[in-house]
């Protein structure tokens, strides 16, 4: 993958289940995000997604493509118009810069447009190397040190 | 500036608020769960992450849950005797709040992640409070941008940094100022009010002469009888007549607002509100059923509406809506 390279685009329809349960695996049980009558309260029309689901669906466009083991360095979102059920997110992304260290280091800008514009815009640095969990730290075995 | 000046002082209000700035948002602060296969499996199924690194008992965590480790979820303010707000960040929250900046909408998030999660990590964290801004205005409303820094341990080793930025706002289009008003609880409406809290409908029934009677009152209309018994409508009934009040602004209510008077299948009358019909549904007729709801109305996440609730009524389910 080179500088430049775009990504193919990731179409993700936007539905209440998403916005619901993506703001319950996330913890967040602010109430915009599931009771509509408090986001209309409020000043949206609608409940709408959270920062952390489109953190997540974010991180794994770019982390899809980029195959298993890919691992995140940074991630940095920034919020536009908000995402209501029954929009359509198209998250898009290239590739910016390419840089070999310890294996290959990625950096991808993505932007994410519904129906009423720019949901997100965001930059997403990944390198190309597999996590290898670490062995455990030596237990003193029976007989060992105590 | 005069001493009194208050939180509605804008030029107080900006130095109160800054001066929060590089103070602590939370101290030696522990997430809730240890990092774990369930939670991880949840989000992936949610995100539509099938990658099989984060599948299994030793899966790695995504590097997107990151904030998912501090988050409180539903759980009380203070747990474990570990408050996982500072106070100063508890008081900052509280002088936008005091300002009538009671809304709040994340809009940027920074995260760098230094070492991958594993099942079994024990997460601490601590934040800053980094920056407050002076007073914006967006198309939700006027307020300050709130941004903290947080560090993220797992078992005391620097795991990540998240930087998040919250507006908190004064929402711009609800049209409403205050809380809704309260119901007016009396002894001749207590019976009614306990019920409702019960989430039971009760109208009065004349003991003498067997006239069934809403609102609640001591005394039979008909025969004069104070003898009644509590009766348990079913909730069910059909719009009488209804009016859709564009303006003035409700306190508490989203506009337009549906005012109405319900017939219960019981026979007697209720003047409420009606919900979840758009003002050119709404029908003479039309038949409804009732709802409890919270009557603190609007207020943050973690509901401040002190538990009363309202009957209000919405359209009953047809037919045809059912499997």
Redesign the interface.
Known sequence: MTGGTPLPPLV?PVTRT?IV??A?????????HHDP??A?????PDVFM????T??????YV??HLG????????????GVPNYPGDTLTLTGTVTSVSEESGEVLTVEVTGTNERGRHVTATVTATVT??V?PAPADHPGPGGEP | MSPLAGPDDDDSLALRLAAYEGRPAAVAARGPDVVNPAMIRHWCEVMGDTDPVHQGPGAVAPAAMLQVWIMRGGAPRRSGGTPERSAAYEELLALLDDAGCTAVVATDCEQEYLRPLWPGDVITYDAVIESVSPRKTTRLGTGHFVTTRTEIRAGGELAGVHRFRILKYAPARTGTQGPRPRPVINRDTAGFWEGVAARRLLFQRCTDCGTPRFPWVPGCADCGSERWTAVRASGAGTVYTYTVVHHPPVPGATMPHCAGVIELAEGVRMATEIRGVAPEGLRVGLPVTVEYADAGGGGDAGGTGGGQLIPVFRPAATRDEGP
Not at chain 1, 24 to 32: H, I, K, N, S, Y
Not at chain 1, 55 to 60: C, D, I, S, T, Y
């Open positions: 993700i998403l349960t993506g319950l695996v996330t913890r967040d049980f602010q109430d915009v009558e408090a209309r309260a409020k000043g949206a959270n920062i952390l689901t953190n997540g669906l974010v991180a794994r982390t899809s298993p083991g890919a691992t995140l360095r940074r991630l940095a979102v920034r919020l597999a996590v969990r």
